[in-house]
């Protein structure tokens, strides 16, 4: 059994460690952009999102802010989903 | 929400000694199984150190280097000036450089000041060589005070998935919430220990290696502890385990302090114990 283990671990690489470094460098990632973004983000999505309401009616979740960063320059990219042409139709059609 | 203390002279005063963080973000780590090591073995080197528990109501530095039934007065008393310093700091028995100001078991985390926790180090500083901080868990009010002060950081993470994300976190604060970083100065000096390692079940595929917590975090690694029953007796009978010099924990501590102060060495226990026969009918 033991001799069966390791050549399942050894020869295939999949022992739980290889999968908790995969799942550890995607969390690792996402916190650390996380943790550069500057604190007026979220502020600043919530006053957009209430911006755009005044004129659609979008989902809460329809506004995201991103914000990316290397040595030269920072970048904010927003982005804006409105609701599909359908919907739009049939609320217009009420 | 952290005021800095410029005005109190105390960044010159402070530069005179090191202050040393252990921490970590999660619990249980072997925060202060490495705090009574390195403070040990620094002592044993020769130097002047003091060895800090902050962590408030959960006190148990003193158990581990066992001087419990000597703490009359604690940090908590020295900051609301109830006692002196030297009332109550425990001089070690067993080396004379060897200091510890113990936590105390009833006060709540927020006795901890920024101006309190500043002074009572600027006075320790005079005397002292290194401060080491012995962190609480968690990145709450005493874990924030333990590492407000520090120039140096000992993240101590144990190779499993939710340990090296907290010590990730970890350093996000170190960078974001230190006087050091409040006052734009260099950043404190961070290093990696990984402790609680198990060889035998990282050739099995079972846990993370040294090579990959390193990969994950990119720190400097000052050491690799391997899971021993040895640092179980030895807190158990009140002694820090680096004088258990036949022990394995104890010598990858030695190995650990002589790499902070500076020597290269290899790391050691970092192999499976048992040869390729064991490994393969072993299971
Ligand atoms: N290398 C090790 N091998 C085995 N047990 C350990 C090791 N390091 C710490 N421990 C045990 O783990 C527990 C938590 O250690 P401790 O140093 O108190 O952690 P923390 O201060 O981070 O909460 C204790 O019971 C301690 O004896
Ligand atoms: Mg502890």
């Excluded at chain 2, 002279?9 to 252990?22: A, K, P, T």
């Excluded at chain 2, 090296?164 to 604060?173: A, K, Q």
């Excluded at chain 2, 400097?220 to 899971?227: A, F, N, Q, R, S």
Aim: a negative charge; glycine letters at 8%.
């Amino acid at each position: 059994m033991g001799l069966l283990d390791n050549f399942r671990s050894a020869n295939h690489g999949r022992g739980s460690a290889s999968v908790a470094k995969e799942r550890l460098q995607i969390l690792v990632a996402h916190d650390r952009i996380a943790r550069g973004r500057p604190s007026y983000l979220p502020k600043l999505e919530r006053e957009i999102l209430d911006l755009i309401r005044k004129y659609v009616d979008v989902d809460p979740n329809a506004v995201t802010v991103s914000y990316e960063q290397d040595e030269r320059q920072e970048f904010l990219e927003l982005n804006i989903l409105l609701p599909d042409q359908s919907e739009w139709y049939q609320s217009e059609s009420r | 929400m952290i005021g800095g203390l410029g005005h109190l002279g105390l960044q010159e005063d402070l530069s005179l000694s090191r202050v040393i963080v252990i921490t970590s973000g999660k619990g249980g780590v072997g925060k202060t199984t490495t705090s009574a090591s390195m403070g040990m073995g620094l002592a044993q080197k020769g130097h002047r150190t003091v060895v800090i528990d902050f962590d408030v109501g959960l006190r148990n530095l003193d158990l581990v280097l066992g001087c419990e039934r000597r703490v009359v007065y604690d940090f908590i008393n020295v900051i609301n000036g109830e006692a002196h310093l030297n009332q109550a700091l425990i001089r070690d028995k067993r080396c004379n450089k060897l200091s510890v100001l113990p936590a105390s078991q009833t006060r709540d985390k927020d006795a901890l000041s920024v101006e309190g926790v500043g002074q009572v180090l600027e006075e320790l500083s005079k005397d002292h060589e290194y401060i080491i901080c012995d962190s609480p868990a968690g990145i709450e009010h005493g874990a924030l005070m333990a590492m407000y002060y520090a120039d140096d950081a000992v993240v101590v993470t144990n190779p499993e998935v939710s340990s090296v994300r907290d010590s990730d976190r970890m350093l996000g604060i170190l960078a974001s919430k230190s006087q050091r970083a409040e006052q734009n100065r260099e950043p404190i000096t961070e290093y990696l220990l990984l402790s609680r390692y198990s060889p035998n079940r990282v050739v099995r595929g079972e846990m993370l290696s040294v090579a990959d917590v390193q990969e994950i975090l990119s720190l400097k690694m000052l050491g690799v502890i391997p899971e021993s029953q040895s640092v179980l007796n030895a807190s158990n009978s009140g002694i820090p385990v680096i004088l258990d010099t036949q022990s394995d924990a104890g010598q990858a501590y030695q190995d650990m302090v002589k790499r902070y102060l500076g020597e290269e060495l290899p790391m050691r226990f970092t192999s499976d114990k048992r040869g390729m026969f064991g490994r393969l009918f072993g299971g």
